[in-house]
């Protein structure tokens, strides 16, 4: 197959944006190492680079690179030998357990991947070195990538990234599908780690922005790869949650960058694509007959992207599935939800007894979001003192700017 270079180089490009990550993974299977799996990843790129503009494409781009790869990586291992005779048996030991393997196939390459998955994910590391290993092993994205969406500086994330290597190498975390036994446990760490990405995405910690949709997208795109790996319903329903919050992102703010809460939002800018999507997504994961929290939670979502308007919002529903809900994943955020449900179903009195006893308990005593609900279940009320007193609490919580201007416009609105 012949091409031009321009043709082979913008090709290349493409097989590279597509294809790195699987790459990747297989060579960690072959080899062992992050770190020298990383290297045989460029290096095998290195070599495309030059010989595919010469000799054309080959038939199994991703094969090629793979066999590269490892090849390059027995190399640099023997020329380092040379100076250092710890490394003569590790060149042995890697050349005898490589050079037999057939290429991989499309099967062992998808396994691959969903190995580094659970990899990058194992409860062993700390969520934060799992979030940062996932960006960077599973979705490619650079550590200055990640460090700016995290608000840190690139040289912490890199440590972070090689400590959580670090760890998985000298605990001796296996580089595997779990077992069908331990498969629970396991995926429930990923939907986690998945899940933090996405919402670090749609409503950030801290900093300046409403939303960073670069995270929120590579989220997506991790729901999307697992759900065709292992289309587990609980999977398949964090893919549905994602999408529908998603769906709302053009009308969370107004064109100054303010937050525009779900009940005032313009529904016609709502993706309606991605709507019946997720929707479509729920009515799988529900027929499954293996309800989850993610489940569950893609429902209520689901409930909210039916209605034309505010109004039409069926609370009655959404209310009774976050009992169900609170009652398989007790959750003090998942009551604060509930609260509000259910002051939207009976009225800002109901809503604000539950709210000042899950603040009487302490959990959400730092929560803002806690304090803001119950501002406005007082302003409904008209106990506008206690609506004032619950916002400017909530403004010493609230840690982005957004959120900050907008409750700052909430007190200067009370009577």
């Not at 590790?90 to 691959?112: F, N, Y």
């Not at 659970?118 to 969520?127: E, G």
């Not at 760890?167 to 331990?182: L, N, S, V």
Request: charge should be negative.
């Amino acid at each position: 197959m012949t091409h031009s270079g321009s043709d082979t180089a913008a090709a290349i490009a493409a097989i590279y944006r597509d294809e790195s990550r699987r790459v990747l993974a297989t060579l960690i299977r072959l080899l062992g190492d992050f770190e020298l799996a990383e290297e045989a990843l460029q290096e095998a790129f290195a070599a495309a680079m030059s010989q595919w503009p010469v000799d054309g494409l080959p038939d199994k781009p991703r094969a090629w690179l793979v066999s590269t790869g490892r090849f390059k990586a027995i190399d640099g291992i023997r020329r380092r030998a040379r100076f250092d005779e710890t490394l003569a048996q590790a060149a042995i030991e890697l050349e005898t357990s490589v050079d037999d393997l057939p290429d991989p196939d499309e099967r062992d390459v998808e396994d691959d991947h969903l190995r580094l998955i659970f990899t990058c994910c194992h409860p062993a590391l700390s969520p934060d070195a799992c979030v940062a290993l996932t960006l960077r092993e599973v979705c490619g994205l650079t550590t200055e990538e990640i460090a700016h969406a995290f608000l840190t500086t690139p040289s912490t994330l890199a440590q972070r990234i090689v400590r959580a290597k670090n760890k998985i190498r000298d605990a001796g975390i296996p580089y595997e599908i779990p077992a069908a036994a331990d498969l629970p446990e396991r995926l429930d760490s990923v939907l986690r780690v998945i899940y933090l990405v996405f919402n670090e995405g749609y409503s950030p910690s801290s900093g300046a922005a409403v939303t960073r949709r670069d995270l929120s997208a590579e989220a997506i795109r991790l729901g999307r790869l697992l759900a065709g790996l292992l289309p587990d319903p609980e999977v398949v329903g964090l893919l549905a949650l994602m999408l529908l919050h998603e769906s709302r992102r053009a009308a969370r703010t107004s064109v100054n960058g303010e937050p525009i809460l779900l009940n005032d939002q313009d529904r016609s800018r709502w993706d309606h694509a991605l709507i019946a999507e997720g929707s479509d997504l729920v009515t799988t994961a529900l027929r499954s007959g293996r309800i989850g929290p993610y489940s569950l939670q893609a429902a209520i979502s689901a409930v909210h992207a039916a209605a034309s308007d505010a109004a039409g919002t069926d609370w009655a529903q959404i209310a009774g599935l976050y009992d169900v809900l609170l009652r398989i994943a007790p959750n003090p955020v998942v009551e604060l939800n509930r609260a509000v449900a259910i002051a939207m179903r009976d009225g800002p009195a109901a809503g604000l007894a539950l709210v000042d006893e899950l603040l009487a308990r302490g959990e959400l005593a730092d929560y803002h979001l806690a304090h803001a609900a119950r501002a406005d279940f007082c302003r409904r009320l008209q106990r506008f003192e206690d609506a004032r007193a619950a916002c400017e609490r909530a403004l010493e919580l609230a840690r982005t700017e957004p959120e900050r201007r907008f409750l700052r416009q909430q007190i200067d609105a009370l009577p």
